[in-house]
């Protein structure tokens, strides 16, 4: 079997702090059960040209990291990345401001990240390339000459044309991405777009009746990939983490309330402006709630470097104290909003303790927290998702009481139905969500994508017709 090399902009070192993030979790499964390298950013800022890569040896993974030159990783990560690329691919145009400049840098770090990496490369290696931070990647190591299978799997979601089209770069990135073998996207929403957008830049011939994809002499493919979680991993996890200090005391704390639970790095895509008002809408129309129930939000710190999301924070904590003075009591706190970061075995922990998963993102590729919610409860007695239809996810976990989180009333509703669900039909819908996520677990999504990579036709078939 040929090497794995993933790349992605940040990678989870074992030494370091766990941050929050799924595709760190995504990309740790693949290489743990395959090994091989793993490239990307250190996290740490140099001034000037960055060094060559420096290896760290976690058998089966070995980790290259290379630093980034400060300005650079502003224009690039801050700027491009997260307040052009982010907000487009998540239909947020409001806040969109292009700068060449930005593009500029993110251009010469894909660059770099090629430079660094080809020293490093064995010639029958299988290259996997994660996310928007990366997509010129392929393109230029194309350049320097690698000749090997390049895929790319996009996390987020993949606009329609029409957003696309508002940026002024877009035909570049749909060109880049034409550059690499496999094309891979959460959900068959964000295929059909990315169909639609290679047919506006190179014409509906491009397009070809099995489904792939002719540009010139070259062919690829795109299909859809939707990433799972480790449902046995995260059962143990929860078992365990229901003996823990910290969730026994924190249980102990909620007086028999019923426990509301989000997870969510902060970001204007997961919908917490939303989720916080539809919950004061809940509390206002329902007050036979009042002192019978807590939200428990935990929402650790994000891309504190972007306008965007330190306004978005200001209104939370405005929000949150708005309706802890409104409706709290002496001994009832409505609102626990948390922004600090838990071990992953506390955090499912939490949400096998809670009666409410709630997972509400104006717009996501997929949503991880979702499924993790969902692998933490007990059978006999399991909690409810309330999940957005606007989320990946809302694809597969159809048993979910899915809603649209911009209608606060319907939001309302649908926590309210939450609450009361009888345990019938609670285990039932549990049971069928299960059963989707031990199909399409993250061990599938791996393997998936790699044998499509590497020419299994059966996977080849498969992720065509998804
Ligand atoms: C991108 C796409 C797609 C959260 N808080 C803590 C913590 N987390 C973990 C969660 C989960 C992960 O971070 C978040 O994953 P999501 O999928 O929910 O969201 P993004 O970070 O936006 O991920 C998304 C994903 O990539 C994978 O393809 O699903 O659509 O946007 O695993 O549990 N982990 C720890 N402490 C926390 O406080 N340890």
Redesign the pocket.
């Known amino acids: 079997m040929s090497r794995l090399v993933c790349v992605s902009n940040r990678l989870s070192i074992p030494r370091k702090e766990?941050s929050?993030?799924?595709?760190a979790?995504?990309v740790l499964a693949a290489m743990r059960a395959r090994g091989g390298l793993w490239f990307g950013w250190s996290g740490d800022l140099v001034e000037g040209e960055p060094a060559e890569a420096e290896l760290t040896i976690r058998s089966p993974v070995t980790y290259a990291t290379i630093d980034l030159d400060r300005g650079e990783h502003e224009l690039y990560y801050a700027g491009f990345a997260n307040a052009v690329l982010w907000p487009t691919f998540h239909y947020f145009l409001n806040d969109l401001r292009y700068s060449e400049a930005q593009y500029l840098a993110y251009e010469r770090v894909n660059a770099l990240f090629a430079r660094r990496l080809v020293p490093l490369l064995k010639p029958d290696d299988v290259i996997w390339v994660h996310d928007y931070h990366l997509i010129p990647l392929g393109q230029r190591l194309r350049e320097a000459g690698v000749d090997r299978r390049i895929g790319f799997f996009l996390?987020?979601p993949f606009p329609h044309i029409e957003v696309l089209r508002s940026l002024p770069v877009y035909a570049e990135l749909v060109r880049d991405l034409a550059a690499y073998d496999l094309v891979g996207f959460?959900t068959a929403a964000d295929l059909n777009a990315f169909r639609a957008a290679i047919e506006h830049v190179y014409g509906p011939e491009a397009l070809e009746p099995d489904g792939r994809i002719r540009i010139g002499a070259r062919r690829l493919q795109a299909g859809v990939f939707p990433?799972g979680v480790d449902v046995d991993a995260l059962q143990a996890l929860a078992i365990e983490a229901q003996h823990h200090e910290t969730v026994k005391r924190t249980m102990t704390s909620l007086l028999g309330r019923k426990l509301l639970i989000g997870?969510?790095?902060l970001?204007y895509s997961k919908g917490l402006v939303e989720r916080f008002q539809a919950y004061e809408r809940l509390l206002e129309t329902h007050p036979e709630n009042r002192n019978r129930m807590t939200l428990l939000q935990?929402a650790?710190l994000s891309r504190t470097d972007v306008r965007a999301y330190a306004q978005m924070r200001r209104a939370l904590e405005q929000s949150a104290g708005r309706i802890n003075g409104r409706f709290g009591e002496a001994d009832w706190t409505p609102i626990r909003y948390l922004n600090?970061?838990?071990?992953?075995s506390l955090?499912m922990g939490f949400c096998r303790a809670a009666q409410v998963g709630v997972v509400t993102p104006v717009r996501?590729?997929?949503?991880?927290?979702a499924k993790?919610f969902v692998a933490a409860q007990d059978p006999a007695d399991p909690g409810v998702l309330v999940l957005s239809t606007l989320a990946?996810a809302a694809r597969e976990m159809t048993n979910a009481i899915l809603v649209n989180p911009y209608d606060a009333k319907a939001l309302a509703h649908a926590l309210q139905a939450a609450v009361r669900m009888p345990l019938g039909e609670r285990r039932q819908r549990h049971q069928a969500l299960l059963e989707v996520l031990r199909r399409n677990d993250i061990h599938a999504w791996h393997r998936r994508f790699l044998d499509t990579l590497e020419g299994d036709p059966a996977a080849q078939a498969s992720a065509v017709r998804a």
């Open positions: 766990a929050a993030g799924g595709l979790v995504g996390h987020i959460q990433i997870v969510d790095r970001d935990i650790p600090r970061n838990y071990p992953q955090l996501d590729g997929m949503n991880l927290v993790e990946g």
